[in-house]
């Protein structure tokens, strides 16, 4: 009876639309500059204030062997001074000026972003114009700055617990240097870099066609248009960076380490599955799997290990995509009087489960709706909105991902999450590490390698408050 | 679409020129920082005012605070309830907050799970907390589900059912949280920094012990609930997808009959700056940074020396555009981060400085906070850096037009501290009227010197010499106990 389930399912659909009403659509203008520049705007007039994003594609996988945590040093630098705008003077004026400022590095691109007054348009893109147009870079203040990284890795990874097992959970995972080594980089590394160093990155990555400029908030787009085209137009392009290849050759099996923690008082469990790149059609379906699995109280590691069986004081599971191969990760912190073993044995019991049922129907519903609620949220801050534009434009050619992950993530079944659990989420996909706190006092002190908390290089930047 | 800029107005700041000679102020003036003036800058100050929420009363007598904001499909409610979460014995901390996690963990007819998945299939999410002179139940999601959402907080705050077993599990968890917190040297130097600026009573404390969760019980949670969650007093702010007349109505129908007083407001003293200067050095073995918590009691929210301490620290501490920043960060590179600011509320009146260093330049580091410290002390900040720091606090209030929930919480802090209603339309003016004089007199009375608190935590084997050229130095170890 074909009309019949026609109509019913109409029905649904009509009913299904009342109970969620859609996420309205972010609305930009993607314009080119003869000179490569990809310019971004949304307008959106709720208050008198605008965001500017500038996303650079590069990251810490352009990184050349023995100079790992360059592209995020080099950040730093970008506030250390060009032809117009004295070192230190890029904060100075956004802060004194009514905004708000950061940079931030992950291992595929380098975003950099103000927030200011409406009045203050001018500020904003003649500030990021000038340092992408003539950074000038001296010894001193690469210096100085190489000692404010240092004293970020040492503030994230080597004076708190666990840095060290994020570190070694990236060299595990991939065999291609370009992911192999964290972004902070190592301290030897960071000693190595040279002003030549910077000048030749400089040239390289920050040309207006490596680059994309979103400008969203109170603003008109033809003016604004205008003035990007007045400030940034004469830049001159350069050639197009290699993209480096990101490649990972096939994992056969499962790697696995133990590492001793000096400052740290619980175990930790560390477990990462191999996905595929952000723009696969798998990701839609990896991100939701990691919502029902591992994000929140109503999900199932939390249900089962910290409610349940009362094995981990916290767990979570998360999609970390990338340009090339992401990651999935579950973590445990394990409680006193329960071990890391235990933690695995139940975690791998609900991998399991995963691969041999699909997820409910309710679980699904919910995961939907968690996902309409965070595309909402990302739609209400202009600097949320602005820094997506730019970065998925920079990383993945598509600024509309902000409106089609949406779609997609909408669209994702139940026999979708079950298809790519099994074929990501397996045994000899994996690294699993085991984090224990290391027997013995201070004496035993070593040298680094030492611990930490997260990967800080994607910490914002100026860190005062 | 309702746009929040009522006025725009342009303060004159006489001394502010955007193309201000460099040569005219001290080079020390804007150490770390290389001043080329060759921005193009508005000299004219955004001057925004917040909306006012619309307020009425419920039918139990709570006054109800109504932002609209039809943006998003999405709703925030927070209940504030007029009583005090320090109202609790400090030999069972904890039960306070044990008793506001305990509302999502149980009803009479829902179980802990169940309540975590109806949040989640309605796109919400939901909570209590105490604070210092409100408690609160929160929620927010998507407006679509209001009424199921109105629904389930009815039932979490009226019918809370504390199963025996969710308690166990929550003092469980606890008790490895702890553990790990332990591990962290921030931890460890609020832990200290609280203990030394309000002793022996329970501001003293940042978190529960092992000993004191061992004494919430059941009955002291169920007690705590019956004596303190109640309205009277309180009140409820919304902001979001809604109209204050359909929400109102909501409201009135599940919290119509909820009434009562809480118990009054715990009687806590606010004692003046300590004396003697004092070094508290807590040993973490293993540390490559040192950890500083510097400060002194200094002043309450109510001080009529807010709005100049306010503009002081902005010179000084707050924010990379400040002294503390430019120096000790981007002149030495000693740091990676380093500010200072003031808590300044009913409770609490304490000027702090936070930062990290490298265990090499502790005593470096610490030397140049001082002469921080003593430079706006001793002398007059200069015209241009004090007009820059009055600008800065004025030109950002624009960004906090974005959201309502900076709207909702400065009508709260009017009614905290009975401030009057056009508190916040006349700060602006009140911050441009700061003078030098004002600056230096604030800076005087409350950056202490000779009188320091400083904590540090780090390789006690490392720096305890070096931080005992500062001044007497007591040792206490990672477990919160005092060494000798």
Redesign the interface.
Known sequence: MPQKSCCVALLLFATGLLAQPPVPPVKFTDTRLENGLRVIIAEDHYAPVYAISVSYGVGSKDERKGRTGFAHLFEHMMFKGSEKVGPGEHFFLTFNYGGSMNGTTDADRTLYFEILPKNQLDLGLFLEADRMRSLAITKENLENQRQAVKEERRMGLDNQPYGRTFERADELIYDNFAYKHSVIGSMEDLDAATVDDVKEFFRIYYAPNNAVLALVGDLDTKETLAKVKQYFGSIPRQEQPKPVDLTEPPSKAERREKLDDKLARAPLLLMAYRIPPAKSDDTAALLGLANLFGGGPSSRLYQKLVKEKEVCAQVFANTATRIGTGQFRIMCLVRPGKTLEEAEALISEEVAKLHSAPVSEAELKRMHTSVRRTHIGIRTSVLTRANWLADTAVMHNDPNMINSNLEKALAVTAADIQRVAKAHLRTDNRIVLHTSPAQGGPQLAGPPPAPGAKPPATQPKPAAQ | ?????LT?CVLSVASLSAQAPQGQQQPSD?K?????N?????N???R?KFPKPTETKLKNGMTLLVIEDH????ISVEIAMPFSGLNEPMESYGLSSATAEMLTLGTKTLN??EI??K??????SMGASTGERYSYIRFS??T?NLDPLIALLQDVLLNPSFPQDELD?WK??M???L??A????QFLAAERFQAVLYPSDIRAMIAPTPESIAKITREAVVEFYNKNFRPDGGLVAVSGDTSAKQIAAKLDSILGEWKGAPPKQPDLPMREAIAEKKIYLIHR?????TIFNIGNRAIDRRSPDYIPAMVMNRVL??????R???NI???????????S?FSASHFRNHFQL?T???TEVTGPALEEILKEFRDIRDRGVPAEELD??K??L??????G???PAMAIRNALTIREYGFPADYWDTYPEKVMKVTTEDVQRVAKKYVPMDNLQIIAVG?A?KIRETLAKFGPVEEWDAEGQKVK
């Open positions: 679409m309702t746009r929040h800029i725009i804007f770390g920082v290389v001043r080329k060759l921005a193009p800058i508005s004219e100050i955004l925004v943006r998003s499909p999405t802990a799970r975590a998945e949040l989640a299939d309605l796109g919400a999601g998507l679509e599990k469980a968890r008790l490895a949280n553990k790990v332990r591990s962290q040297p073995p293993n540390s490559v940074q501490g707050q924010g990379p555009a400040a503390l920043f430019r960060r981007e002149d030495k590179g000693y740091t990676y981060g380093i500010g600011n936070d990290s260093v490298r820059l720091a600008r800065a004025v030109a950002s209030f624009a960004l037009t974005e959201s390789d084997a």
